[in-house]
């Protein structure tokens, strides 16, 4: 952990906002007298909850906020704030970078933030000072500081070294110890005073108690009789009425559930209802379509019956075809014969006409058989292959077929078509018609299922009716019990266990008897009336008087041992804190002694505990564990006599006391103090607010030598006028301040430049 930055706005001569970035090693801060360089280590300090204004040289609290000058108006507020790296997780919050920031207004208002969180002030001293950082620690030293250890007295020399030892937050520790065990004292007096003021009272009211504890126990008895007959009453009531709730139940349940039923029955018949009108648009929907589509399948099948007819014909033309026989024929030697023929059958025709004697008629049969001859002839030439070949032929045309063929190929895809369509319509109209037919059905049985819970429900609710008479019935005879047993136990617990079910049946033997149990309580009715009125509250009285008693008796033992654990603590913490004391103070008595040997370059120095005469008698007081009435503050005192004295001598000289050393060697020897005291418990940084001041050239490099050697452990801001300081820098930060009355920072960084 190490100071990365610090931040400032508004405090004291840091009018505007200024910001200084630490290195992990030396930092130095110079500047001219005035120029506002002591102001830095003030804001630390101020940051870290510093509250003396005195040690932040002011006088009150709005001192620390920029007051203003002739060219620079003042602050509103001054705000530091402190950044600190937390990798090694030193500060124990989960953050790797912890701003500590503190405001202050002029109003007088205050915050303080951690990581820009609003906490309390003691929040940020515990979480520094789990760390090793605390305002009143070795954060931030200045040369008073330095001085004030050579001039504090051995006792106020005891407080620092507990500081610097570590054993201060045990001494906390036991000191809060001693106040409890203080307390503890009071309080075990105060509780003996009241055992000894309740002992008489209590004697006096046992006596009175005993007169009336007769009366009790007949108000016991007759208490528990009357219990006995009200539970038993109360018991047999519910008892004959438990039916009739378990019935009611029953009922609403049965109701409650019909009438979900019935509700979706309802909804259900309306759905169908509604789906009517849909069904009607869907049908004539489909039907339209289907009318369109038989229409264009007839007019297909038409022009099939057309092509069919047609393919049919030539069909049968190409069949005369294949059955004629074709001869090889010449047309010329045909149409000789033919003419030959033809006239003859022209004289055969004139012949008739002039028809008018049996003669004319042979002449007419001669030529007819001449007819006949010739064609008969003819006939015969054309068997035999007289007649000659000739190319002349009748074809059939097949490419109309063909085309027929194809056309009705096309139609019959057609028709296939446009059915396959008409199917799936009417295979959509039958769906639907199915469908709605289901409706249909569900739709009377949904009727018919209304009116069945419906009448279910009515028996249902004419039931319920009369089970809430009998149940109405139920709970005047209760109210009139509770009555009873208000007017005999005058308070409601008894009722109210009653109807919380926490007192059950109470009966002798199998059945109860109530006459027998209502005798005996007019029989003890009447002894209390023998017995007479006795105050109740003196036994209540006696029994609080005696519990106080037994209470404080058992205070009392407790504050005893409690008194004797708190000494054990504090015997503990003693022997502690004198353990870590001791060894502390050994490493720091060590180290004062090297560092003095370093800067003056030999001599002797030392530290030693001083033990006082009261010290001694603490030693042979032998205190009673029994006993509490030692003071707190004798033992407070005795444990705070002891001093510590600072032995100092320079190489060649021989003196005596510490007022012998001159100024500067006072200074060094301060010096030497205070590194053995950090280099017992490194703080993370420290701040040294011109301690050199007093230092010559020499003694300066010696001082120097410490901080290199401490430098590894501790992190350094320097505020120095000595040129040997600034040496040991990685950053030099200057600070001036111009006619407007505000310091301003020039950074320099010396690892950068070349520093050797």
């Known amino acids: 952990m190490y100071l990365k930055k610090l931040e400032t706005t508004g405090f004291k001569s840091f009018a505007n906002k200024t910001v200084l970035d630490f290195p992990s090693g030396v930092t130095a801060i110079v500047g001219p007298n005035g120029s506002g360089k002591s102001n830095i280590a003030d804001a630390v300090k101020w940051v870290l909850g510093e509250q003396s204004m005195k040690s932040l040289r002011g006088k009150k609290g709005e001192d620390v906020i920029f007051t203003g000058s002739d060219k620079k108006a003042k602050m509103s507020a001054a705000v530091v704030s402190l950044f600190l790296d937390n990798s090694d997780k030193k500060i124990p919050i989960d953050y790797e970078e912890v701003i500590i920031t503190r405001k202050l207004f002029r109003n007088g208002d205050s915050e303080y933030l951690i990581n820009k969180s609003r906490v309390r002030l003691s929040d940020i001293i515990d979480l520094l000072a789990r760390s090793g950082v605390s305002q009143r620690g070795y954060c931030v030293i200045n040369q008073g500081m330095a001085d004030s250890i050579l001039s504090a007295t051995p006792a106020e020399r005891m407080v620092i070294f507990e500081e610097a030892t570590g054993v201060r937050r045990f001494q906390i520790k036991k000191q809060q110890t001693l106040n ?294 139920f709970e005047v005879r209760k109210e009139d019990l509770l009555n009873e047993i208000k007017d005999e136990f005058k308070n409601d617990e008894f009722i109210d266990n009653l109807q919380d079910g926490k007192i059950e049946q109470i009966q002798e033997g199998k059945y109860f008897n109530q006459e027998e149990c209502r005798s005996k309580i007019r029989k003890l009715k009447f002894q209390l009336e023998q017995i007479g009125g006795i105050d109740p509250l003196i036994v209540e009285e006696y029994e609080e008087t005696q519990s106080r008693f037994e209470f404080l008796s058992t205070q009392s033992e407790d504050l005893l041992k409690a008194s004797n654990s708190l000494r054990e603590v504090i015997k503990e913490l003693d022997e502690k804190i004198e353990k870590i004391f001791k060894s502390s103070f050994k490493k720091i008595n060590e180290e004062f002694d090297r560092y003095f040997k370093i800067i003056f370059g030999g001599g002797k120095a030392g530290l030693s505990i001083k033990y006082s005469v009261l010290k001694e008698k603490e030693e042979e007081n032998t205190e009673d564990e029994e006993n509490c009435e030692k003071s707190i503050g004798e033992i407070e005192q005795q444990q705070r006599i002891a001093g510590i004295e600072i032995n100092a001598v320079p190489p060649g000289k021989k003196i005596s006391s510490l007022d012998m050393l001159s100024g500067g060697e006072r200074a060094l020897a301060s010096i030497a103090i205070l590194f053995a005291i950090i280099s017992n418990n490194p703080p993370p940084f420290s701040v040294l607010d011109e301690i050199d001041a007093a230092l010559d050239e020499a003694n300066s490099a010696h001082l120097s030598d410490i901080i290199k050697d401490i430098s590894s452990k501790t992190q350094f801001i320097m505020i120095t006028h000595n040129r040997e300081m600034m040496q040991q820098a990685g950053v030099l930060y200057g600070v001036t301040m111009h006619d407007d009355g505000v310091s301003k920072i020039i950074s320099l960084n010396l690892d950068k430049t070349g520093k050797k």
Do not use: C
Request: no cysteine; charged share 35%; aromatic share 8%.
């Open 180 to 473: 409890k065990l203080e307390a503890t004292r009071r309080n075990l007096q105060r509780v003996i005073d009241l055992l000894n003021e309740i002992e008489p009272r209590l004697v006096s009211l046992r006596r009175q108690a005993s007169r009336a504890q007769k009366r009790g126990e007949v108000e016991q008895g007759l208490k528990a009789e009357q219990e006995k007959l009200f539970s038993n009453i109360w018991f047999n009531l519910n008892q004959n009425n438990k039916k009739y709730y378990s019935q009611r139940g029953k009922l609403e349940k049965s109701i409650e559930e019909y009438s979900k039923e019935i509700a979706e029955i309802k909804n259900n018949l309306s759905k169908n209802e509604n789906n009517n009108d849909t069904y009607s648009a869907e049908f004539a929907d489909f039907q339209k379509e289907a009318d369109s589509l038989q229409e264009i399948i007839n007019d297909f099948q038409k022009n099939l019956s057309i092509i069919e007819g047609r393919i049919q014909i030539e069909k049968e033309k190409e069949e005369k075809l294949k059955s004629v026989e074709y001869l090889p024929i010449n047309l010329g030697y045909v149409k000789e014969k033919l003419s030959s023929i033809i006239s003859i059958y022209s004289k055969f025709l004139s012949m008739i006409e002039n028809l008018s004697s049996l003669e004319y008629i042979k002449s007419i049969r001669e030529e007819g058989i001449k007819v006949k001859n010739n064609v008969a002839n003819l006939l015969k030439e054309v068997e035999e292959g007289k007649v000659s070949q000739s190319d002349n032929k009748t074809k059939f045309d097949y490419n109309n077929l063909k085309k027929l063929k194809a056309d009705e190929a096309v139609t019959l895809d057609k028709i296939h078509e446009y059915n396959k369509e008409y199917d799936q319509i009417k295979n959509r109209i039958y769906e639907l018609n199915k469908k709605e037919q289901d409706k249909r059905q569900i739709f009377f049985r949904l009727e018919k299922e209304l009116q069945i819970k419906q009448d279910e429900i009515n028996k249902f609710k004419d039931n319920l009716n009369q089970t809430n008479i009998e149940l109405a019935k």
